[in-house]
């Protein structure tokens, strides 16, 4: 599965690229390239990342899920309260 970006966040990305080779190699990375090893990071890469988030999601939910009981119970049959003592002697 390759992740898909929007045209914007590609040329974005792509952008970015091309200024971490420019400032953090010996050589600058051109357009093409940049473009290329953004392909094969989405192809290759992406997807640890992607799973990852989707595993963060779903413990997460499941906490929230295994809370819902606390923050939505109510206590039955309290319509009559319960005698401090009994009216009976």
Not at 37 to 42: G, I, N, T, V
């Amino acid at each position: 599965m390759s992740l898909q970006l929007t045209p914007e966040s590609q040329q974005q990305a792509i952008a970015s690229i091309e200024r971490y080779f420019r400032e953090h190699m010996d050589e600058p990375i051109g357009n093409v390239a940049a473009g290329g090893l953004l392909k094969f990071f989405l192809q290759e890469i992406a997807p640890v990342a992607y799973n990852q988030g989707v595993a963060d999601a779903q413990e997460r939910l499941q906490q929230r899920v295994a809370e819902i009981d606390i923050e939505v119970h109510h206590a039955p049959f309290t319509y009559w309260p319960q005698p401090a003592r009994s009216r009976r002697s």
